[in-house]
T-cell receptor, first 112, second 116 residues
Framework: GENVEQHPSTLSVQEGDSAVIKCTYSDSASNYFPWYKQELGKRPQLIIDIRSNVGEKKDQRIAVTLNKTAKHFSLHITETQPEDSAVYFC???????????FGTGTSLTVIP | GAVVSQHPSWVICKSGTSVKIECRSLDFQATTMFWYRQFPKQSLMLMATSNEGSKATYEQGVEKDKFLINHASLTLSTLTVTSAHPEDSSFYICGSQRASGKYEQYFGPGTRLTVT
């Protein structure tokens, strides 16, 4: 099965700085890579995703990059704000109707 | 759009009893629903994948006779924890994937189960 690794487990940045979280996956058949943000006591919320036919996707301050050859993808948050503080999870999936496998999570703290 | 509800939000039960958790997609049809466990400060561990009208596919190490999953309609899936034990205490979250072939998964708010 798929194995998703995520680094770092914790990350502290100053407000306004950038944050980068990296994930690797093992199964080359995976073709969908979402990122979720989970605040304490709440459900994971989809913040951005990318499919394997695209190398980069951006949505305002958030971007995701994918390197299929190396089997890794990254989340980039620019101009971080205190409300970005949360746990972020990456995931890999084979797509519609198939399993999602999650990384171990990154606890991001943005220091005002 | 893409609202998923879960009921109950929390439940306390005694060892040996069974508990049913419902997951509903409120404004879309979900071909596939997923059930996860999440321990404090840990990731989501996939328990099973459920496609409407089919038997659920369980992940290795998850007892299918203990965690009964039913996905009888495109808007409802249920997880029943049978003969609950204290080690089953956890946060259970469901996820729903649209029937329209979209890849995105949307999560319910979770159910906190405590077995005494």
């Amino acid at each position: 099965g798929e194995n998703v690794e995520q680094h770092p487990s914790t990350l502290s940045v100053q407000e306004g700085d950038s944050a980068v979280i990296k994930c690797t996956y093992s199964d080359s058949a995976s073709n969908y890579f979402p990122w979720y943000k989970q605040e304490l006591g709440k459900r994971p919320q989809l913040i951005i995703d990318i499919r394997s036919n695209v190398g980069e996707k951006k949505d305002q301050r958030i971007a995701v990059t994918l390197n299929k050859t190396a089997k890794h993808f990254s989340l980039h948050i620019t101009e971080t704000q205190p409300e970005d503080s949360a746990v972020y999870f990456c995931a890999a999936s084979y797509g519609t109707g198939n399993q999602f496998y999650f990384g171990t999570g990154t606890s991001l703290t943005v220091i005002p | 759009g893409a609202v998923v509800s879960q009921h109950p939000s929390w439940v306390i039960c005694k060892s040996g009893t069974s508990v049913k958790i419902e997951c509903r997609s409120l404004d879309f049809q979900a071909t596939t629903m997923f059930w996860y466990r999440q321990f404090p400060k840990q990731s989501l561990m996939l328990m099973a994948t459920s496609n409407e009208g089919s038997k659920a596919t369980y992940e290795q190490g998850v007892e299918k006779d203990k965690f009964l999953i039913n996905h009888a309609s495109l808007t409802l899936s249920t997880l029943t924890v049978t003969s609950a034990h204290p080690e089953d205490s956890s946060f259970y979250i469901c996820g729903s994937q649209r029937a329209s072939g979209k890849y995105e998964q949307y999560f319910g708010p979770g159910t906190r189960l405590t077995v005494t």
